[in-house]
C-alpha cells in the first residue's frame, strides 16, 4: 500500500483505494482518540501492521485512561471511528452533546485533561517523525 502521511491517521477507505469528507472524520477520531488517552486507537510495529489493524476497525477503552472520560466522548468517538455508512458527518460532530456540553466551557475543561496524556501524545508524534527518517534512509 503506497500512501502520503502518517499511518496511524488513514482511513480504511483511503486504504481502499476511496475517499470522501468522512475520511476527515475518521482521522479527528483518531487525534481525539490520541489526545485523551496517550495512545492511538489503531497501532503497529510497521506501517503495514498499522493498515491491517485499521482494516479491521478493532479498538477499544480498556485501558485505564479511559475511566475518567465521559461516556458522551466515548460515544462521539465510537460514531467517527466506524464503518462509513454510520460514521458522523462535521455537522453531526458538531451537534454532538459532547461537544455542545463541553464547548461553552472549554475554559475550564481543559484542566480536566491529563496534561501527560497531551506529552505522551507529543511524544507519540516524534517517535513517528524519527520512524519516518528512518524508513527513508533505506
Not at 27 to 54: E, Q
Request: charge should be neutral.
Amino acid at each position: 500500500i503506497g500512501s502520503v502521511g502518517t499511518p496511524h491517521y488513514i482511513s480504511p477507505e483511503v486504504l481502499e483505494g476511496q475517499y470522501n469528507e468522512k475520511c476527515d472524520i475518521w482521522s479527528a477520531g483518531v487525534i481525539l482518540y490520541a489526545m485523551l488517552s496517550g495512545s492511538f486507537p489503531f497501532d503497529g510495529d510497521t506501517d503495514k501492521d498499522i493498515y491491517k489493524a485499521i482494516l479491521k476497525r478493532k479498538y477499544d477503552f480498556k485501558k485505564e485512561e479511559w475511566n475518567i472520560i465521559s461516556d458522551e466522548c466515548k460515544d462521539l468517538i465510537s460514531h467517527m471511528l466506524c464503518d462509513e455508512g454510520k460514521r458522523y458527518t462535521a455537522e453531526m460532530v458538531l451537534n454532538h452533546p459532547w461537544i455542545t456540553k463541553m464547548a461553552p466551557n472549554s475554559k475550564g475543561a481543559i484542566s480536566k485533561l491529563n496534561v501527560k496524556h497531551l506529552e505522551n501524545y507529543k511524544t507519540m508524534l516524534k517517535h513517528l517523525e524519527n520512524r519516518k527518517e528512518n524508513q527513508e534512509k533505506y
